[in-house]
T-cell receptor
Framework: NAGVTQTPKFQVLKTGQSMTLQCAQDMNHEYMSWYRQDPGMGLRLIHYSVGAGITDQGEVPNGYNVSRSTTEDFPLRLLSAAPSQTSVYFC???????????FGSGTRLTVV | AQRVTQPEKLLSVFKGAPVELKCNYSYSGSPELFWYVQYSRQRLQLLLRHISRESIKGFTADLNKGETSFHLKKPFAQEEDSAMYYCALSGLYSGNTPLVFGKGTRLSVIA
């Protein structure tokens, strides 16, 4: 049982490049979310999904896109990377609200 | 709108001293409160959730709806408790309410 798997673990991008951060879970969880973690800012919600085909914006959605075509996968796309998107990104999933989220190990992204 | 406030960025205590990490929340519905812990450069782990009323690693937390608080407590701090602690809020009966975090408190236990 792998839990929540995020790839890549580390990434360096040049300003203006695009990329997709992958997130997959094998626990048949309906709820999935993306957060970014920055010093002094805690974890801020980027996008979330309550099931396949359903996504919604969180606190800081600008510059990011998501889709949820399957229950297992919830990729996060950076459309045109900016230095302000340098951060650690965490994906998380939950069976239902109230049961607690399981987190991935994170992707450390640097935009130069 | 949901909001979680952790007023302390850093809390330093001596080993064996009591610990209280503060968390206050704002939410119009019935809240579901959690504490997560993150050890150095690791993934976040669920520590406590209010609905289960359990004690993990000696930590407890009680939901006080009157004061809209969910403070995390431990009677005797250990060095291995040093970590980042995040309070988080979701809606108890609202399936569409995402999990929202506070900014976190770094606990440093001094030997």
């Amino acid at each position: 049982n792998a839990g929540v798997t995020q790839t890549p673990k580390f990434q360096v991008l040049k300003t203006g490049q695009s990329m997709t951060l992958q997130c997959a879970q094998d626990m048949n969880h309906e709820y999935m979310s993306w957060y970014r973690q920055d010093p002094g800012m805690g974890l801020r919600l980027i996008h979330y999904s309550v099931g396949a085909g359903i996504t919604d914006q969180g606190e800081v959605p600008n510059g990011y896109n998501v889709s949820r075509s399957t229950t297992e996968d919830f990729p996060l796309r950076l459309l045109s990377a900016a230095p302000s998107q340098t951060s650690v990104y965490f994906c998380a999933s939950s069976y239902q609200q109230g049961s607690g989220y399981t987190f991935g190990s994170g992707t450390r992204l640097t935009v130069v | 709108a949901q909001r979680v406030t952790q007023p302390e960025k850093l809390l330093s205590v001596f080993k064996g001293a009591p610990v209280e990490l503060k968390c206050n929340y704002s939410y119009s519905g019935s809240p579901e409160l959690f504490w997560y812990v993150q050890y150095s450069r690791q993934r976040l782990q669920l520590l406590l959730r209010h609905i289960s009323r359990e004690s993990i690693k000696g930590f407890t937390a009680d939901l006080n709806k009157g004061e809209t608080s969910f403070h995390l407590k431990k009677p005797f701090a250990q060095e291995e408790d040093s970590a980042m602690y995040y309070c988080a809020l979701s809606g108890l009966y609202s399936g569409n309410t995402p999990l929202v975090f506070g900014k976190g408190t770094r606990l440093s236990v001094i030997a």
